[in-house]
């Protein structure tokens, strides 16, 4: 492709961000609705609940989120009663964060509601194009 025949809205990384804030806009109302939460409080929260107790740093590193957001979604979850705190034995620095009852309830609900959202996505795409879709995002990834 030349310069002249460049098109923005069939240029690769428009159309994946495109399709990337579609997708998630459409799942955040689920998040949204149900607990209040903002979507990093839903990728923090998810974190604690698949990978058990983490640091915020630790969470920071696995999830690619900036420590600041981070930091402002464990207060916001901490503020819910879905996560608690625990200092470190081996840093007193550290705090050891983990889900509550509360938040491994919304845990479980909301990975049961992502879970739907992945099968109709899948379902609407075909099973053949979702493979292929999974194998090339990764592959960009």
């Not at 069939?10 to 998630?24: D, G, H, K, R, W």
């Not at 479980?108 to 795409?125: F, G, M, P």
């Amino acid at each position: 492709m030349n310069r002249e025949d460049f098109e923005l809205s069939v240029f690769t990384p428009y159309l994946l961000n495109q399709a990337a804030e579609q997708q998630s806009r459409v799942f955040s109302n689920t998040y949204k609705n149900l607990y209040g939460m903002l979507q990093t409080e839903w990728r923090v929260l998810f974190h604690l609940g698949r990978y058990g107790a983490m640091t915020a740093k630790e969470i920071s590193i696995r999830a690619s989120i900036h420590k600041t957001k981070v930091s402002r979604a464990v207060r916001a979850l901490e503020q819910k009663r879905f996560l608690g705190r625990e200092v470190s034995h081996e840093d007193r620095r550290m705090e050891r964060l983990t889900l509550r009852p509360a938040g491994q309830d919304a845990f479980n609900v909301l990975t049961a509601a992502a879970a739907d959202y992945e099968t109709a996505l899948a379902t609407r795409l075909g099973p053949e194009d979702m493979k292929h879709l999974k194998r090339l995002l990764m592959a960009l990834a």
